[in-house]
């Protein structure tokens, strides 16, 4: 059996809160498997315990009780984090350096050095598609490009493992076309990616396996396709279909036990009418 | 809350640590001429709050400044009431320099002693003399003060030794610190040739002072110099020494 | 890939960042205002004799710098870990194979460093004031000396030289420095748990006073008289908790001439790198454990 990229073994969390009795429980028993090369979505509501989870796993948070492990070492080794690159809900970098010096940085901290170190920055600037902007201060970056040097960042030490809290947030749409485009260049390549989410929708286009918490409980955890599959229901997509054609189905569905329960025009997401939009006007 | 107890903890284990060498530091900086300073409650109210406040928080050669120049802006304006309140509060403050301690002493005993005797408000010469001779003894207190701070450097000696010779014509006093102040690390070779100076003045002396000056004349050439001549040649001949035992007239 | 516990590497990337943050943050207008000041106070003293103007700008300089830098060690320092923590930048760093300890002793050589390079700054622009006004007085008096035997003129610009600059100032400015290194390390101690850095700067300022009266607490402490059992603890709290700063203040009475031998200086200096680790490794023990 191959190691678990994440293990999360019965993990509880609780913060004390100062000055009170109570106890705010934002983790409760929680077991949590991601397997190596799979894209894993925590999903829930705010405040319902995937960024202490998070945190948890990275080291940034010790558990109350319960452990968490990446590839097998417990996350309160530090050496368990060579493995893993991690792009912060909201990220803030420093305002005072470059694209490329806060690259430089952090791969700094990661153990590169000299011109392993540099190919990697220009390689990344490359990838996140920021080499416009490298030399600019991120003082002056907006919010999508904060992501994609957070993104950068975090794949700097080539981990097997990525962890992304809420990597579409306040993003706009263009925006996180490209970051969920990234995320699927990196599973392609074999690299395993957690990421916390509470637009559904995005999710479910890249995510194998999806896990919903809730008030730090896993009320529902499987692959995408099985939790979201109505067993009992089917959906045909038509194109050209004739009057006829459509009666003859009305006529052949009333003649057997199956229901016909709606007949519409598919729909194009708002989000698919604005890509194509803005991207119409930038040829032009 | 148990890791805040052993950061306590920690925290006085340290203090229990180092309060014994932080004991003996002091007290070895102490006996190097550090930290003599007395802030005390008296100083405050001289200086105000907030100047208290800054000495205490290692402003304290600074606030001595501005108080020296305010004392020093006083003296211009002749107001020498004004002159010794300052210098007091100087001195307190910055007692290790030599400067503020000379000043202070100059002040009275040289330029207040003299403005004492043009003042025209006193109604007479005895009066006059009277405020003379108190800022003569304010300028020695001065002084001695600065001595008891500074026993280590010869300059305060000697200032001590010219206010006692100059101005108070005790000649044996000016003596006794021209040589204490020769004997001290630092000190310049002519205050051991001051010291017999003063005391061929002393009257009572003489017998002494023929000693040392001979003494300093038998080093050598170089001690040989007109004045220690010319008060040897005085003192010889009040001894009646034997005219075989006295110098030659002029140098070979 | 075996993890390192321990890389310079690593530190050194904390450090220069520390270094470059402080940097923009515009605290060098410190040493703008230190080079007004110095400028400025030359002008009310052109009514003094040399001496008392050496005197006056060097209690000025030394002064100044010893404020300055035990100010900017304070101000810096407090607000390294909030800033990192409220802008969520310290997830990036942590989430990186960086210990925890490494963190905190980029930050403090971050400060440390910018510590020296204002120190050094500071001294330099002093420096070159003294000697500049050194000059020009020594000038003044070869005019004003002319006709003089030469051996006279000698001796007066000697004395001139000797009131301006003595190298007994060197380990003066050491043990400023070392001081500042020691508020800065336990302001980073401070702020492993403070809530903001306007609570740290403000324990600091009170940690400040109380530090240069804890000889005072001390020595009452220590000594056998009849104070009751609450004074006596008291005292004792004091003197335990609360750094001795008063040891840290040579500086006033060397620029009234006191030398320090070499000895007392080493010890002090070893003093101050005891402190400074110490508060560090507190620093360490709050910040191992810290919920982020």
Not at chain 3, 158 to 169: D, G
């Amino acid at each position: 059996m191959t190691e678990p990229a994440v293990a999360v073994r019965s993990l509880t969390k609780v913060f004390p809160i100062p000055f009170r009795r109570t106890k705010l429980v934002a983790v409760r028993g929680l077991d949590l498997e991601v397997a190596p090369g799979q894209v894993y979505g925590l999903l829930g509501p705010n405040g319902s315990g995937k960024s202490t989870t998070l945190k948890i796993i990275l080291g940034l948070v010790s558990p109350t009780s319960g452990s968490t492990a990446i590839f097998g070492r417990d996350s309160r080794e530090v050496g368990s984090r060579e493995a893993v690159g991690f792009l912060p809900e909201n990220p803030y970098f420093y305002k005072y350096l470059t694209g490329a010096e806060t690259l430089r940085f952090y791969g700094k901290l990661c153990g590169l050095r000299g011109s392993a170190l540099k190919n990697r920055v220009e390689e990344l600037l490359h990838l996140v598609g920021l080499q416009d902007a490298r030399d600019r201060r991120l003082g002056g970056y907006s919010k999508g490009m904060l992501q994609r040097i957070g993104l950068a960042q975090a794949l700097l030490q080539e981990p097997r493992l990525v962890v992304l809290d809420e990597p579409t947030a306040g993003v706009d749409p263009a925006g996180s076309r490209d970051i969920r485009d990234l995320i699927l260049d990196l599973k392609r390549r074999g690299i395993t990616v957690l990421l916390s989410s509470h637009l559904l929708a995005q999710v479910q286009e890249i995510c194998d396996r999806v896990g919903i918490l809730a008030h730090g409980l896993l009320v529902r955890e499987g692959r995408v396709e099985d939790l979201l599959a109505i067993e009992d229901q089917t959906e045909l997509i038509l194109q050209n279909a004739t009057p006829e054609v459509l009666a003859q189905i009305a006529a052949l569905v009333e003649k057997s036990p199956a229901q016909l329960l709606e007949t519409r025009q598919p729909q194009t997401t708002l989000e698919r009418l604005f890509l194509e939009a803005t991207n119409n006007t930038e040829k032009k | 809350m148990i890791r805040a107890l052993l950061v306590a903890v920690l925290l006085l284990a340290f203090g229990a640590v180092r309060v014994p060498i932080e004991s003996s530091i002091s007290a070895q900086h102490r006996s190097a001429y550090f930290h003599e300073t007395k802030l005390g409650l008296d100083l405050r109210e001289q200086i105000g709050q907030l100047g208290f406040l800054a000495a205490l928080s290692g402003f304290r050669s600074l606030v001595a400044d501005v108080i020296f120049i305010q004392a020093h802006v006083a003296w211009e304006r002749t107001e020498w009431g004004r002159v010794l309140l300052l210098f007091r509060e100087v001195t307190t403050l910055q007692p290790r320099l030599i400067l503020f301690w000379d000043m202070a002493a100059w002040h009275m005993a040289w330029n207040a002693s003299v403005a004492a005797m043009r003042d025209t408000t006193l109604p007479n010469d005895a009066m006059r003399r009277k405020a003379q001779q108190e800022y003569f003894a304010l300028g020695k207190d001065f002084l001695e003060r600065g001595i008891k701070n500074n026993p280590d450097r010869p300059q305060l000696y000697e200032a001590l030794a010219r206010l006692c010779k100059d101005k108070l014509g005790d000649h044996s006093a000016a003596a006794r610190l021209y040589a204490q102040a020769a004997k001290l690390e630092g000190a310049p070779e002519f205050d051991e040739r001051f010291a017999a100076y003063e005391l061929s003045y002393a009257p009572g002396q003489e017998r002494a002072a023929y000693d040392a000056l001979l003494a300093l004349y038998q080093r050598g050439s170089h001690e040989r110099l007109p004045t220690l001549l010319k008060r040897l040649k005085i003192l010889e001949k009040k001894l009646d020494i034997p005219l075989d035992q006295r110098i030659p007239d002029h140098e070979p | 890939m075996k993890h390192r516990a321990f890389s310079p590497v690593r530190i050194a990337a904390l450090t220069g960042n520390t270094f470059t943050e402080l940097v923009r943050l515009k605290v060098f207008y410190f040493l703008l205002i230190f080079a007004l000041l110095l400028i400025g106070s030359s002008i009310f003293m052109a009514q003094l004799s040399f001496q008392q103007e050496f005197q006056v700008l060097k209690d000025v300089s030394l002064g100044a710098m010893s404020i300055f830098t035990s100010l900017l060690a304070i101000v810096a320092t407090a607000q390294l870990l909030p800033r990192d923590m409220e802008e969520r930048t310290i997830y990036t760093i942590l989430a990186k194979p960086v210990p925890r300890y490494e963190y905190l002793a980029g930050k403090l050589a971050g400060v440390l460093l910018l510590l020296l390079v204002s120190l050094l700054a500071m001294t330099a622009v002093f420096l070159a004031v003294l000697f500049v006004r050194q000059e020009m007085l020594a000038s003044e008096t070869l005019r004003q000396t002319t006709g003089l035997r030469p051996e006279q003129v000698q001796e007066a610009v000697r004395a001139l030289k000797a009131s301006a600059f003595s190298a007994n100032l060197l380990p003066g400015i050491v043990v400023v420095y070392l001081k500042a290194a020691l508020l800065a390390s336990l302001t980073l101690f401070i702020s492993t748990f403070a809530t903001s850095n306007i609570f740290t700067i403000f324990v600091m300022v009170f940690i400040y006073f109380i530090g240069h009266l804890q000889a005072t607490a001390r020595e009452y402490w220590l000594q056998e008289n009849s104070a009751g059992w609450i004074a006596k603890t008291f005292l004792a709290l004091v003197a335990l908790a609360f750094p001795d700063l008063q040891l840290f203040n040579l500086v006033d009475d060397i620029v009234a001439g006191t030398t320090i031998p070499n000895g007392l200086f080493a010890q002090t200096a070893l003093l101050g790198c005891v402190y400074t680790s110490v508060y560090f490794f507190f620093a360490w023990v709050v910040f191992y454990g810290k919920e982020l």
